[in-house]
């Protein structure tokens, strides 16, 4: 079956700007969630979206924002990207949530200028 | 707050021994940890989930355990080979969140 798809795969944007990454799930998937990782700090936890609901978030600003459709795939934003945002974004669907098998994507690199 | 450590940033082992990672966690016992492993340049892949009322986990040449007391779980694959090398990643639940360790790369040398 397919995995995890996220588009797009690469992003150059400028300061300032924001940007929208996707995530389609394994499908039967309910739970989707966003991690950001970097050199420095790791994988961090963004947010989980299960069934259209914000179910868990982690400590990142305002500017990081997320939705999820009906059919399960995802979207995340940014807005007023900052240098410090550029970074791998990684998405990961399971069936029921955190506590089960999670299926991450290719992650989206994103580089802000 | 909740924090998760890995003790080791990078270690090498040779090719045929026993590759034990360590996993340290502070405050409450999680009510899971989870372990991954990360390729360079790929998403990381899920390898086992060990519950608080678990002591240990194994799926084929892996091994997982789960020590309250000593607040550690402990990885550990047997008969390593080179194509195990690559980072792995311990998380833990916590705080309405998941928190993953920094990682430990793992060289299994010929």
């Known amino acids: 079956k397919a995995g995890v798809t996220q588009t797009p795969r690469y992003l150059i944007k400028t300061r300032g700007q924001q940007v929208t990454l996707s995530c389609s799930p394994i499908s039967g998937h309910r739970s989707v969630s966003w991690y950001q990782q970097t050199p420095g700090q790791g994988l961090q936890f963004l947010f989980e979206?299960?069934?259209?609901?914000?179910?868990n978030k982690g400590n990142f600003p305002g500017r990081f924002s997320g939705r999820q459709f009906s059919n399960s795939r995802s979207e995340m934003n940014v807005s007023t990207l900052e240098l410090g945002d550029s970074a791998l974004y990684l998405c990961?669907?399971?069936?029921?949530?955190?506590?089960?098998?999670?299926?991450f994507g290719q992650g989206t690199r994103l580089t802000v200028v | 707050s909740q924090k998760i450590e890995q003790n080791s940033e990078a270690l090498n082992i040779q090719e045929g021994k026993t590759a034990t990672l360590t996993c340290n966690y502070t405050n409450y016992s999680p009510a899971y940890l989870q372990w991954y492993r990360q390729d360079p340049g790929r998403g990381p892949v899920f390898l086992l989930l060990i519950r608080e009322n678990e002591k240990e986990k194994r799926k084929e040449r892996l091994k997982v355990t789960f020590d309250t007391t000593l607040k550690q779980s402990l990885f550990h694959i047997t008969a390593s080979q080179p194509a195990d090398s690559a980072t792995y990643l311990c998380a833990r639940e916590g705080d309405d969140k998941i928190i993953f360790g920094k990682g430990t790369r793992l060289h299994i040398l010929p």
């Open positions: 990961a669907s399971s069936r029921e949530g955190l506590d089960t098998e999670a299926f």
């Open positions: 979206y299960f069934s259209e609901t914000q179910r």
